[in-house]
């Protein structure tokens, strides 16, 4: 079974930063393609940004140019890089791995911009 675990949330100012880490179970050449979503209050989950094996990156809207999101094949993690937190940017994040059609999640980490 597939295990992802995700690290780094926490409370931070806005304007701040955040580094979120997500460790895989598997060698992530599996995976056709990883993720980092989010779930703000009173909202669905969303996508924030996206990996695929090749390395090509796809952001939201509301977060390119202050999210990045990495890899590490030799560490089997996925890293984002979170800059100029807004408030907007609070929330769960989940990392998700998908082989074809079949999708793997993490627990979540909290993330909360406030003064």
């Known amino acids: 079974q597939v295990q992802l675990v995700e690290s780094g949330g926490g409370l931070v100012q806005p304007g701040g930063s955040l580094r979120l880490s997500c460790a895989v179970s598997?060698?992530?050449?599996?995976?056709?393609?990883m993720g980092w979503y989010r779930q703000s209050p009173g909202k669905q989950r969303e996508l924030v940004a996206l990996i695929n094996v090749g390395g090509v990156t796809t952001y939201a809207e509301s977060v390119t140019g202050r999210f990045f999101i990495t890899r590490d094949n030799a560490e089997n993690t996925v890293n984002l890089q979170m800059i100029a937190l807004k408030s907007e940017d609070t929330g769960v994040y989940y990392c998700r791995a998908r082989i074809l059609r079949r999708e793997y999640w993490g627990q979540g980490t909290q993330v909360t911009v406030s003064s």
């Open positions: 598997e060698n992530m050449y599996n995976f056709n393609d």
